[in-house]
């Protein structure tokens, strides 16, 4: 994939997204999400992902040229002799009457940004097929031809190691663990590193990511260690979970999630425990209130969920 056909692809992607604005309707949940996907991608989604969000956007935008054309119509009947002998609009028949004029144009709108959306997914199914080349291959190509080995080469690189330990996660390539681990000390990969290790569960990142966290617990990475340790499903994690618990803030929440990620029910007595301690602190103010039911009530979802409460009020 040349740097020229990755600008033009992305500036017609664009430009697709700004003719959804600009026909100004909400789209369904997925059409939605897949544009706002496509509008923050920093090099994450690959060719198929891209092509799956932009048929989103292009059945979104048959739907909604559709539904116009119907208001339209709708109007029509309603309004249109109205329209056609009024010399002035006003009252009940204005709103319908903007409306009325400017279906042509949304429908048009619609039509070609649909167009342009097929055409682009055509696009990068063809890419999706081709094999990543060259001293420095596209990753996101790398990633969909699962080619560990150029995603690995490129974590040499500071351009692309932050991308490269993001694909290395989602492949769970667990030939990355070691390289991953050394990344944990590097300021710009280091959070994506910690993700990466969770998505790959492989029980060496265990004892690195508890002196990660050990390390300085209010750091936002360390959060994402917290997380990943319980992604890493290793009971042996339980004693040092259990510990973080006291904390009143995000990573006590954190460490009651991974706790019953874990799924260890021998964490329910010390839980419960770090419960009733949480629920006799008194609160100084509304804030610190609210602060406090919020990690009581995370507490109590993961006891549900360890004891089976929350399975069986699911069923």
Not at 35 to 63: K, N, V
Request: a positive charge; hydrophobic letters at 40%.
């Amino acid at each position: 994939m040349t740097r020229w056909g990755r600008r033009r692809r992305r500036r017609r992607i664009e430009r697709v997204l700004a003719a959804v604005i600009e026909f100004g309707s909400r789209p369904p949940a997925q059409g939605e999400q897949s544009a706002r996907e496509l509008g923050a991608d920093d090099g994450s989604l690959t060719p198929t992902e891209i092509a799956g969000h932009l048929r989103e956007i292009a059945e979104w935008m048959h739907q909604a040229a559709e539904k116009t054309a119907r208001r339209a119509r709708a109007i029509e009947a309603k309004y249109g002799r109205h329209f056609r002998t009024a010399t002035l609009i006003y009252g009940e028949a204005y709103t319908p009457y903007l409306d009325y004029l400017a279906a042509p144009r949304k429908i048009a709108t619609a039509g070609a940004a649909r167009r342009d959306a097929l055409a682009l997914a055509a696009a990068y199914d063809r890419l999706a097929r081709k094999p990543p080349r060259g001293r420095k291959p596209d990753l996101a190509l790398c990633y969909e031809h699962q080619d560990t080995a150029r995603l690995l080469a490129a974590l040499d690189d500071a351009g692309t190691r932050v991308q490269a330990v993001r694909f290395l996660g989602r492949l769970q390539a667990t030939a990355a663990v070691d390289p991953l681990l050394g990344l944990l000390d590097d300021p710009v990969a280091a959070e994506e590193a910690v993700r990466a290790l969770g998505r790959i569960g492989d029980a060496r990142a265990l004892d690195p990511l508890i002196a990660f966290v050990r390390r300085d617990p209010d750091l936002k990475e360390a959060s994402a260690a917290v997380v990943a340790l319980g992604e890493l499903g290793d009971p042996r994690a339980v004693g040092f979970l259990l510990g973080l618990l006291p904390r009143n803030s995000l990573i006590g929440n954190l460490a009651a999630y991974s706790l019953a990620k874990i799924g260890d029910p021998r964490a329910v007595p010390p839980m419960r425990e770090a419960l009733a301690r949480r629920q006799s602190e008194p609160a100084e103010s509304d804030v610190s209130k609210r602060l406090r039911d919020l990690d009581c009530r995370r507490i109590e979802e993961a006891i549900d969920t360890l004891t089976g409460k929350r399975d069986s009020q699911a069923g």
